[in-house]
Nanobody, 120 residues
Framework: QVQLVESGGGLVQAGGSLRLSCAAS????????MGWYRQAPGKQRELVAT???????NYADSVKGRFTISRDNAKNTVYLQMNSLKPEDTAVYYC??????????????WGQGTQVTVSS
């Protein structure tokens, strides 16, 4: 019922750009904080960027100034524009939807991920 589907990953040379998209269905998209996370082999999943329902953004220090997260509530889609890519950005990128329901029940959904590979 709930689906988050990422797209836009691929192979790019260092210094290049990619735009990731995450299309959500089965949730009231506009009330969720949306986020992008990434995981490289042998490493923990880490936060890349988040955007709240009100449009506030947060970025990991490693991507600040290079990546931009945005959302289009009419399309139920969140984007991650990635510029000036570096080899250390290589990872599987995951889309996340998050909210806290009444009584503190945490509601959290994940996409399947899309591979981003940056060559030197």
């Amino acid at each position: 019922q709930v689906q988050l589907v990422e797209s836009g990953g691929g192979l790019v040379q260092a210094g290049g750009s990619l735009r990731l998209s995450c299309a959500a269905s089965g949730i009231i998209f506009r009330i969720y904080t949306m986020g992008w996370y990434r995981q490289a082999p042998g490493k923990q999943r880490e936060l890349v960027a988040t955007i709240t329902s009100g449009g506030s953004t947060n970025y990991a220090d490693s991507v600040k100034g290079r990546f931009t997260i945005s959302r289009d509530n009419a399309k139920n889609t969140v984007y991650l524009q990635m510029n000036s890519l570096k080899p250390e950005d290589t990872a599987v990128y995951y889309c996340n939807a998050d909210r806290t329901a009444p009584f503190g029940n945490q509601i959290n959904y994940w996409g399947q991920g899309t591979q981003v590979t940056v060559s030197s």
